[in-house]
């Protein structure tokens, strides 16, 4: 996999998305067609961190990518009992968890209470953090778990009809996006469309103008350093890398983004549970979707560790994650 084994890297870090945990029997997804395994998705979680505890070199810290518990959690009344759950897991060890947010975050916690929780890694880490404006309550930072590495943790949610108010103005545009294209009165099913338009729908959402302002001046910062960034989000964005239905609302002006800076290496996200890998051929920048544990039979895993070394990330796949290199493309002189 690797052409340089013996290669000591810069730090290790572990990936993991879509744990979706909820103390239920087994059931199947919206459409009924995929089962999934809501109990035993605990016991894939201590298996992933086994790994990472007995690993010769110990992860710096590990992106867990959204979805933490299951919505269903809600209707039984069990959202901050199975949190709890979850995060005990992660306490097992002493490696710092960045926590990204997606829609099941929303379905069990208004974003007022999210901010105050243990999923607010701003607030949990000792690590420095550079955080986004807090318009709006956004919750999108940057860290840096190494000299001339950067990752940038983004809020795929910041506009929803998903944590927000029904009165509230973010609610009222939010409607206002999704309803352009999806007139169905549940709007967790798709607009009747091919293709990306299929994205509008209530389990989705999209970047404010505010979000990607920010990330456009951290990623002009890290350019005129000469930093490699990660990028990591619950929603992909690249429409080669998942399903098109999992897409962001406005992937297509985060990709404007992206390809405008020299310094993004990799975009990391979650959401569809099938995972799926594309490599921009404009940009060299790897975008990965992390398959999801929930859908992971017991027998079976679905969690990585990624090595980074100066020209190359190198992730370590288990079970349903596939091995992989990421090569870095040459930054302009």
């Known amino acids: 996999m690797d052409d340089h084994p013996r290669e000591t890297p810069l730090f290790t870090f572990g990936v993991i998305a879509d744990i979706q945990y909820a103390d239920i029997d087994d059931g199947y997804n919206y459409s009924c067609t995929r089962r999934r395994y809501y109990r035993s998705s605990l016991q894939l979680l201590r298996n992933a961190q086994k790994s990472w505890s007995e690993s010769a070199v110990q992860p710096e810290f590990i992106l867990q990518l959204g979805d933490i518990i299951d919505g269903f959690n809600k209707g039984h009344d069990a959202s901050d009992r199975a949190l709890d759950t979850v995060l005990r897991e992660f ?136 930093e490699r960034v990660t990028i990591v989000s619950h929603l992909p964005v690249h429409p080669c890398s998942t399903d098109e239905i999992c897409l962001s609302w406005n992937f297509d002006e985060l990709l404007a983004i992206i390809q405008s800076h020299s310094s993004v290496v990799c975009f990391m996200a979650g959401h569809d549970h099938d995972g799926g890998y594309y490599q921009d051929k404009d940009t060299g920048v790897h975008h990965l979707t992390l398959a999801g544990v929930i859908e992971t039979p017991p027998d079976s895993n679905a969690f990585g560790t990624v090595s980074v070394y100066k020209d190359r990330m190198v992730l370590e796949g288990n079970g349903r994650i596939t091995d992989q290199v990421f090569l870095f493309q040459s930054q302009p002189e």
Not at 109 to 125: E, P, V
Not at 138 to 148: D, I, K
């Open 91 to 226: 306490s097992s060890s002493p490696v710092e968890v960045h926590h990204v947010w997606g829609n099941h975050e929303f379905y069990n916690f208004s974003r007022s209470a999210l901010l105050c929780s243990k999923l607010n890694s701003t607030l949990h880490t000792e690590r420095c953090l550079s955080e986004a404006p807090s318009a709006n309550e956004l919750y999108a930072y940057q860290f840096s778990p190494f000299p001339g590495f950067t990752f940038v943790v983004l809020d795929a949610y910041d506009v929803s009809l998903l944590g927000r108010e029904k009165s509230s103005e973010q609610y009222s545009d939010a409607m206002g996006v999704i309803r352009r294209y999806n007139n169905n009165e549940d709007l967790n099913c798709p607009p009747v469309f091919n293709g990306p338009l299929q994205r509008f729908t209530m389990f989705n959402g999209a970047f404010s103008k505010d979000q990607l302002d920010w990330l456009d001046s951290v990623l002009s910062s890290a350019d005129d350093k000469r």
